[in-house]
T-cell receptor, first 109, second 113 residues
């Protein structure tokens, strides 16, 4: 079992819709969770982080964390074609940060 | 604050050669991690340095090595290059522990011919 799992996609959504990206992790000691966006040929860019159970909103992005279910998600509202990228989920514990393989999101006009 | 910088940005080498990549973290960040990214394998963790000491290591052969200097700048070295080493090598820095956000540099694109 991989430590951080994501559906590889592609997840295809129409412009203006909500994109929902999911991630599960296996290490219950993980305390911090991050979402990165990576455009093709570029390096990952941090877009959200969350430490506590519940929701955290930043503009069009909402991160959700459920530690009991070991589940993290990222919602992107009003999806735009410029949101088309690979989204990487990462879980951090003591001296360890583990990345998932990423979910490719395609937003079509 | 300036971001993470990596040099060189692009590199072409031939099999059997060795290569050294450099990373300068964000000012004040003491942790530097290195990753290899290929289309087939995704983001693979190489190693992490904190205060000049290797704190974590991924599952890579001994041909891959690194070090960190007292100013937190880091280098990674790959000896006896193989075709499969062609990849984007990413460096990331953070203040200290894994609870902190980690920021990536632009990467070094290595091509081995």
């Amino acid at each position: 079992q991989k430590e951080v799992e994501q559906n590889s996609g592609p997840l295809s959504v129409p412009e203006g819709a909500i994109a929902s990206l999911n991630c599960t992790y296996s290490d219950r000691g993980s305390q911090s969770f991050f979402w990165y966006r990576q455009y093709s040929g570029k390096s990952p860019e941090l877009i959200m982080f969350i430490y506590s159970n519940g929701d955290k909103e930043d503009g069009r992005f909402t991160a959700q964390l459920n530690k009991a279910s070991q589940y993290v998600s990222l919602l992107i509202r009003d999806s735009q074609p410029s949101d088309s990228a690979t989204y990487l989920c990462a879980a951090g514990g003591y001296n360890k940060l583990i990345f998932g393989a990423g979910t490719r999101l395609a937003v079509h006009p | 604050k300036a971001g993470v910088t990596q040099t060189p940005r692009y590199l072409i080498k031939t099999r059997g050669q060795q290569v050294t990549l450099s990373c300068s973290p964000i000012s004040g960040h003491r942790s530097v991690s290195w990753y290899q990214q290929t289309p087939g394998q995704g983001l693979q963790f190489l190693f992490e340095y904190f205060s000049e000491t290797q704190r974590n290591k991924g599952n890579f052969p001994g041909r891959f090595s690194g070090r960190q200097f007292s100013n937190s700048r880091s280098e990674m070295n790959v000896s006896t290059l193989e075709l499969g080493d062609s990849a984007l090598y990413l460096c990331a820095s953070r203040p200290g522990s894994s609870y902190n956000e980690q920021f990536f540099g632009p990467g070094t694109r290595l091509t081995v011919l």
